[in-house]
């Protein structure tokens, strides 16, 4: 049910021209999709490049202005993602194809619990983030523009859910990976019991030596069938958030560049409040700190659920090098010894387009690269404000 919800909202907005064949058991491209596609995109880039040339000339882009400052930014945040999945639409029909989601959680037995914690997380950020944007517009107008039409702010907020819906996808693949880690860490910690247990001296002592080799050839069975799986979960979320890469990197200087506004809006707005002597605007500070609050959240918390699946992914090696292999049979060796062989060669990093690693630092790396903005422009608000005294 959520993935044919995503499939629908994918196809109504024009970014997905896959369809999928019963018959066929695959994914395919379907020429009425691709028109539409290709429709859109000419459509929304051809709109977009107009709407910011006469932003321009008008000077409504403002970098003071956090609002407008989005919205713009969201804007080619939208345009990028129509281009990328279309360029995209042979090597995502080839993923869409071959990804055994369904396998892979079926094998692992998922239970309801872990399925729940990670449809809220992905709510958090796909559905409650746009609400309380929603609600900051409404507010906003309804105070500075209160005889425009309420739909103004659906129109306004509607460039940030598309450009933001291909990010949140590679996010939820992110949340996948890491609850089916936990879950392929446990059978391994099962599996570290049993080969640690039946290597003890007396456990050696006890068992002949044709039992033991029959159950660490089945832990051997096991842990193969394991590591197949590790590299169909690793492999498959790297490559969609390769696919997305333009779209999450685009998601990410939209927020970058929303909380650099922000921040300058409320560094105006202070400065005018004690160089200018001007009364402080506590309603738009407070307004004006949504957008910045939602910025910062959804920066943490893609950062921070890449970093819980990256710890998952460190796990897994931690686990293989706690399983002792003096005293076992030599074919159950030969696996662990090839598993952790397998993870240290893949390297599992979470990097799009190769240029920015997410993960727990991901947050400290765009609040440097805000300052480093803050004190460019402050210092040219400041030699301004004081020349012209």
Known sequence: MVLALLFGIAYSFGLLSCAYSRRERRFYINNLLMIWCIGMTITVTIGSAKQLYAAYNDDKINLANAETLYYYISIVGVVLSYICQLVQTTELREFLSNVPLFEILDYFELKRSVVKSSIQIILVKTVVFPIILEINLLIRQSRNEP?????????????????????????????????????LNLRLEKIEKEANFYQDVKQIILHKRFYRMQKFCNLADTLDELSQKYTLICGYTLRYVDINSVAIMATLLCNLFAITGGLFQEYNALADTFINKENYDVFDALTNGVFLSIAVADIALYGSMANDCLEAVHETS??????????CDIRFRQSVEKFSLQIF???????????????????????????????ILIQSDLTLRFSLK
Do not use: W
């Not at 931690?318 to 005293?327: A, E, H, S, T, V």
């Not at 993960?359 to 690269?369: E, I, M, P, W, Y």
């Open 147 to 183: 005889e425009e039409s309420l739909l103004k702010t659906f129109y306004t907020l509607f460039p940030t859910v598309v450009s933001n819906f291909l990010p949140n996808c590679a996010f939820s693949s992110i949340v996948v990976c890491y609850h089916t880690m936990r879950t």
């Open 345 to 375: 060669v893949e390297n599992f990093k979470i990097q799009p387009l190769g240029m920015l690693e997410i993960n727990v630092g991901l947050l400290h790396d765009v609040l440097s690269a805000v300052t480093s903005f803050l004190l």
């Open 318 to 327: 931690i686990i293989l090098k706690r399983i002792q292999i003096n005293n």
